[in-house]
């Protein structure tokens, strides 16, 4: 019970706690309508801007993929985070269908220009670049240029980022943490150490017990302790418990 004598809520699965949220269309430089949704803090501004990129879309990654789901479930209530989440082209989910077809990881770029954009114009605070899996060589492939204060990558495969793309990200400065799952499908720990090695300044952050999908609430709770840790560490240890 809270002090208004309300029951608490376990903080789990697909507990949504209480946000602003707000169904957003972004538009790309080669002319396609994308959906998404912005989820912000309920009754504070937000202190960061978390842009996520979903997993592969042949492989069923959409805006609702969970860790992404979760995070704008979450975030804006515990952390005062704004979460940004959008389908890339192609791509359908409950909130709707983004135009086009997929792109490869080549098209794409459009995609993440577009929601930049919004960030900017929207004035969003202090945004941070989460790739999941097929986002994170979205990211690491055409983030570069944008004006972020980092990026996380989450379970990279590198699937599609040479090390040209790799190698650009080594004098970037950009604050970049790579969380890579100890039993990932594509990127072990120990190989992404290698694959990583030319970006000193990258954190690889090796979860024992992780697996590519994060599946499960424990695996989720690390997840979004690690963004929150980078983006409002002052609220950490997140709770398990929402007393309203």
Known sequence: MNDNGAASIEIRGGVELPARREEIVLHTDDGLTLVGELALPLNAEPVATLLTLHPLPTAGGFMDSHILRKAAARLPALAD????????????????????????GIDERHDLDAA???????????????????GTDVVLTHGRDYPVDGIILLSPPLRTTTQADLAA???????????????????K????AV?????????LVA???????????????RVLSEVVARLNPGVLP???????
């Open 81 to 104: 985070i704004a979460v940004l989440r959008f389908n890339f082209r192609g791509v359908t989910s409950p909130r709707g269908t983004s135009e086009g077809e997929f792109g490869h």
């Open 169 to 187: 990200w080594a004098g970037s400065g950009t604050t970049m943490v790579a969380l890579i799952p100890e039993f990932d499908d594509y990127l």
């Open 238 to 244: 997140l709770p398990t418990l929402w007393n309203g």
């Open 189 to 192: 720990p120990t190989e992404a």
């Open 207 to 221: 979860v024992d017990g992780g697996k590519h999908l994060w599946v499960g609430e424990e695996q989720t709770y």
């Open 116 to 134: 930049m954009s919004f960030v900017i114009q929207r004035g969003l605070p202090n945004p941070w670049l989460l790739g999941w899996s097929f």
């Open 195 to 203: 694959a990583f090695a030319g970006i000193p300044h990258l954190e």
